[in-house]
């Protein structure tokens, strides 16, 4: 088990605790509609990926 050798000061803690942020997700655009979505997923607000419909989505039961 690995023991530290060495007292670690709050300093050197508190600044190596300080780096863990939370990033924003990557969106890019969908080609089919425009629309921002997750990289490599399938399009939520037209259902397409790669393509091809994928999915049904609310605004297709509308129709």
């Known amino acids: 088990m690995a023991v530290p ?5 709050k ?4 600044s190596r ?3 863990w942020k939370a990033k924003a997700p990557t969106l890019v655009e969908c080609p089919q509609c425009h629309a921002k979505k997750a ?3 399938v399009c939520p607000e037209c259902g397409y990926y790669n ?3 994928k999915m049904l989505v609310k605004a ?3 129709k």
């Open 51 to 53: 393509g091809e419909k």
């Open 17 to 19: 605790v300080a780096n």
């Open 5 to 9: 050798k060495h007292k670690v000061s």
């Open 60 to 62: 297709d039961e509308k």
């Open 39 to 41: 990289s490599h997923a």
């Open 11 to 14: 300093a050197a803690g508190r």
